[in-house]
């Protein structure tokens, strides 16, 4: 059974600061990793993702990827009240597996001003 | 069409009701997925489709559950016999190729079971 663990929160951060939202996966085989936004009674809307160790940035964004310790991250800088929204984080095996999606349960962001 | 599409965005069955949801994907896009999400829960991948083949419908959860994309374009998921345990949000997605290529998820049903 794959799993992808999250934090359910609510994560509480104040506006400006950077928000730090963690995910584990059990696969080890694992190759991409999505972090997708979801705003309530709103569909998934992608925002990153990862398939090689380390970081990478777009904008405000950074995704962080530890495969050694299974460990993906996603950070936002200089948050936003908008950013208020649930982050899913989805694993999928990649190549010479199943090409499905496992999607954590997402952490709530609440971004106060 | 510009993203994807679903109807109806609101369902209420009694129990029992057999429903059908609808999912237009992007166009030319060849992989359909369906999933369920539960409220504080992430999408359950229900089934897979590339073009008009069903590949994956290891996540559906009873034989109540059927899934159809005929021509490889629209989708249809249909629930005989309606439970209140299928009350969820039935989210579509669609992707340009196969493998890892990014889904693009349209609005959902929200199907509530009386």
């Known amino acids: 059974q794959k799993e992808v663990e999250q934090n359910s929160g609510p994560l509480s951060v104040p506006e400006g600061a950077i928000a730090s939202l963690n995910c584990t996966y059990s696969d080890r085989g694992s190759q991409s990793f999505f972090w997708y936004r979801q705003y309530s009674g709103k569909s998934p809307e992608l925002i990153m993702f990862?398939?090689?160790?380390g970081d990478k940035e777009d904008g405000r964004f950074t995704a962080q990827l530890n495969k050694a310790s299974q460990y993906v991250s996603l950070l936002i800088r200089d948050s936003q009240p908008s950013d208020s929204a649930t982050y899913l984080c989805a694993v999928n095996p990649g190549p010479g597996g199943s090409y499905i999606p496992t999607f954590g349960r997402g952490t709530s962001l609440i971004v106060h001003p | 069409g510009a993203g994807v599409s679903q109807s109806p965005r609101y369902k209420v069955a009694k129990r029992g009701q057999d429903v059908a949801l609808r999912c237009d994907p992007i166009s030319g896009h060849v992989s359909l997925f369906w999933y369920q999400q539960a409220l504080g829960q992430g999408p359950e991948f229900l089934t897979y489709?590339?073009?008009?083949?069903?590949?994956?419908k290891s996540g559906l959860p009873s034989d109540r559950f059927f899934a159809e994309r005929p021509e490889g374009s629209v989708s249809t998921l249909k629930i005989q016999r309606t439970q209140q345990e299928d009350s969820a949000v039935y989210l579509c997605a669609s992707s340009s190729g196969t493998g890892e290529s990014i889904q693009y998820f349209g609005a959902g049903t929200r199907l509530s079971v009386l």
């Open positions: 990862i398939y090689s160790n």
């Open positions: 489709f590339q073009n008009e083949a069903q590949l994956d």
